[in-house]
């Protein structure tokens, strides 16, 4: 009889060992790898591929939400030489250390286009860097974005390890841990409000509303406001539902006043069905919600906080699926999270009143560029951005890490959370067109993938 090859027991046995570790087993040993490393592990054999893509599935939701910072900043100390870093960047609670998501250096085309300051003569040389600032979120929906913010990275959504992000006119779905993507059309002359993944069929859809037009500054001149899924495929395919409202639904809160974007006021996809918005003036400051399922709007009643067009509000989610609010305000020293306890009868709890640090507080709040607070985590996690600092501060209100930011010119305001994902999905394995995303350009030698 004719011995087995060594090679073919060595493959038998670690097919065997894949298929028959326990669950806990597996998760102890992939945490630990890279997501490269993971996924090259599917192309071993049938059975490493199946097991490796169930614990995807089953890990995904077990991910912690990592916080996303969006900014750009100084590449070159030449003056003459213009070069923008552009990062997207996730902030892991438990260690405090930032991972790198996007990145990639390019010429800073729109400033070197624009008008150059008197002092051209100056010489070359490390002069100072443009003092950090919060990019302006409410001046991004006042003006056209064919204007000053066309030329730098924009996050406007994610969920479930993917993000919808724009460089200049190109936008594109990408999931950073696996480097998959798809580009979709130019969405610049629309209002971005939600993006979600459509469980039932698998695909993922961007929620717009309106369309905007490169010679206003507004978005859907006049009364009405309609609305449009897109959906991400190849083709990509367009439908317009118009304003639909559930059948329960007495009558329409503000539909027809439009909905905020989601780099603004990002939605919260709960329980694989509905999209929740923050409290915001055009919807009554009610909680928007939209079903996935029968695409139809309906609202909620919010935490019972006073003096809402005051505070700044956003959603999270909590382990257990239970929708949570956080509420702050540009001079309060305190940040509250609440909960909601009972989603059918709209009851609220309060979770943590966060007393802030002062001295901090003070510093921040003498910075032009300081936004509100807000609560990132369902732990209680806090963070506080302004144009030179990011602190980080327990539900008990202790000052854990702070970070400065030398050299960020422009910053956005911290609104989305990445969930790791290696789950692949068929649309983004399509074959792609020869124009690749720049945003993987400089991750190509990083150590950790």
């Known amino acids: 009889m004719e011995a087995l090859k060594p090679e073919r027991v060595v493959d038998d046995a670690a097919a065997d060992f894949i298929c028959d570790a326990p669950s806990n087993a597996l998760d102890e040993i992939l945490v630990r790898l890279s997501p490269k490393w993971t996924l090259r592990m599917r192309s071993v054999c049938r059975a490493w591929r199946d097991k490796l893509d ?3 599935t089953r890990s995904r939701r077990k991910n912690p939400p990592q916080p996303l910072l969006c900014f750009d900043r100084v590449a070159c100390p030449d003056r003459y030489v213009r070069l923008t870093d552009y990062c997207v960047e996730s902030l892991d609670l438990r260690s405090g250390r930032p991972h790198h998501v ?3 250096t390019a010429s800073d085309y729109y400033e070197a286009a624009g008008a150059r300051d008197d002092d051209d003569d100056d010489p070359p040389g490390d002069t100072e860097p443009e003092v950090s600032r919060v990019v302006d979120y409410a001046k991004m929906e ?7 913010f066309k030329q730098m990275v ?3 959504a994610s969920v479930d390890g993917y993000l919808l992000v724009s460089f200049s006119f190109d936008w594109y779905v990408i999931n950073p841990a696996t480097r998959h993507w798809a580009s979709i059309p130019d969405l610049t002359l629309w209002n971005v409000i939600g993006f979600y993944e459509h469980f039932s069929s698998g695909e993922y859809r961007v929620l717009c ?3 905007r037009t490169r010679t206003s500054s507004t978005v859907d001149e006049g009364p009405e406001r309609w609305y449009h899924i897109v959906t991400v495929t190849r083709p990509v395919q367009w439908r317009s539902i118009g304003r639909p409202i559930a059948r329960h639904v007495p009558r329409d809160h503000g539909l027809a006043a439009g909905v905020r974007m989601a780099g603004v006021s990002p939605p919260v996809q709960l329980r694989h069905r509905h999209l929740h918005w923050p409290p915001q003036k055009s919807q009554g400051y009610r909680i928007l919600v939209f079903d996935i399922w029968v695409d139809a709007f309906s609202w909620k009643e919010p935490a019972p906080v006073t003096d809402m067009d005051q505070k700044d509000m956003a959603l999270l989610e909590f382990p257990n699926g239970r929708l949570g609010m956080s509420v702050s305000g540009k001079n309060l020293a305190t940040v509250e999270l609440w909960r909601l306890e009972d989603y059918h009868n709209e009851l609220w709890v309060l979770a943590y009143r966060i007393q802030l640090p002062l001295p901090w507080m003070r510093l921040m709040q003498d910075d032009d560029c300081w936004i509100p607070p807000s609560v990132v985590s ?7 951005l302004s144009g030179r600092w990011l602190l980080h501060c327990d539900r008990n209100g202790n000052l854990l890490r702070e970070f400065g930011l030398p050299h960020v010119r422009r910053m956005l305001p911290i609104r989305h959370v990445l969930r790791e994902s290696l789950v692949q999905h068929r649309t983004f394995l399509n074959p792609k067109p020869a124009r690749e995303p720049p945003f993987f350009r400089w991750l190509c ?3 950790s993938w």
């Open 54 to 56: 169930h614990w995807a």
């Open 142 to 148: 006042r003006e056209n974005y064919a204007d000053g």
């Open 378 to 384: 369902a732990d209680g996690d806090v963070l506080i």
């Open 102 to 104: 996007l990145r990639f």
């Open 154 to 156: 924009l996050l406007h």
């Open 445 to 447: 030698g990083d150590p």
């Open 209 to 211: 509303s309106g369309g």
